[in-house]
């Protein structure tokens, strides 16, 4: 346990918590550019596996060095982008809604429902197409929610019905372009009070939306550049305390650390020839229920 220095660290540590202290990945055994649903992924451009194996083995270690617990779901090999188990669902308290992908990566949905329900979580399906934890990202008590790419809006009354969520904990957020098929490569959760975020990649109303948790809710909004955001700056672990993230950029990594974050840059060339990082790759198991009233 860090020492405390000041009231700024005891909010960190606090808050800090119970985000991201559990997550769920998949190994990139299988991992290859089979099909483009995204505009990064080029089939031909495929990974090295190797390389792939070695570059996601290191995140799992820096996620253990940061001491969160790491659970593992084995790669299937009629699944290539099995690795990126952020798509699976998205997990509150002992509840899951499950992904509804792409026809291209249906076939990962049965192994992602049998390993969730064996470990004891209740699991719905989604009835319109969701990108799981790609498109919800907890923020404290309220859900960051996406949409406008791989998520049908109507998924947000379910997630917050399913999920326990209140409307106005159900924060919608349109992204705009394909860049940005999913939330979390737009949006970051850094810490229930700090978001991270590339302004570009969201429609006005959005971004006004974030601009209103700053004002009513005192969230600190750390704005990121197209440059960074395409090098998946965004797509980040953090557990308020420690930020995984790409060693793609220098910028998010400087601003984050003067607000007195540890962050740990990793190399992240073979996944981003699937269109994904860090985050995409840990499906979070901890964020907590509500406590009833
Ligand atoms: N190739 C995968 C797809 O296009 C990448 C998914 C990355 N996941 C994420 N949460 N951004 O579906």
Not at 92 to 104: D, K, N, Q, T, Y
Not at 140 to 167: C, I, K
Request: one cysteine or more; a negative charge.
């Amino acid at each position: 346990m860090p020492a405390i220095r000041d009231v700024s660290d005891i909010r960190v540590l606090t808050i800090g918590a119970a985000m991201n202290s559990e997550i769920l990945v998949c190994d990139a055994a299988y991992f290859r550019i089979e099909y483009e649903i995204n505009p990064y992924m080029d089939t031909g451009l495929q990974p090295d596996v190797r390389a792939a194996i070695a570059e996601h083995e290191a995140i799992v270690r820096a996620h253990r060095a940061a001491g969160r617990y790491v659970r593992h779901i084995p790669a299937a090999w009629e699944c290539p982008d099995m690795v990126y188990t952020a798509n699976a669902a998205v997990v509150r308290g002992s509840r899951a809604v499950l992904g509804a992908p792409p026809p291209e990566r249906k076939s990962e949905v049965p192994y992602f429902r049998d390993w969730l329900e064996a470990d004891g979580f209740e699991v719905l399906e989604a009835p319109y197409p969701f990108s799981g934890q790609g498109d919800a990202l907890a923020c404290g008590e309220l859900l960051l929610a996406g949409y406008g790419q791989r998520t049908d809006r109507r998924m947000h009354a379910v997630l917050g019905e399913y999920l326990d969520y209140d409307a106005d904990q159900v924060v919608a957020l349109r992204t705009v372009s394909a860049q940005s098929y999913d939330l979390d490569l737009a949006v970051a959760v850094v810490a229930a009070d700090t978001i991270a975020y590339h302004p570009h990649a969201l429609d006005e109303p959005s971004r006004q939306r974030l601009q209103g948790l700053h004002r009513h809710r005192g969230v600190d909004l750390v704005e990121v550049s197209t440059a960074e955001a395409a090098r998946f700056a965004l797509n980040l672990v953090s557990d308020g305390t420690t930020v995984t993230m790409t060693a793609g950029a220098p910028r998010l990594a400087a601003d984050l650390r003067a607000r007195g974050f540890t962050v740990v840059e990793l190399d992240t060339t073979e996944l981003r020839k699937g269109g994904g990082g860090v985050r995409c790759t840990a499906l979070t198991l901890d964020t907590p229920a509500r406590r009833h009233r």
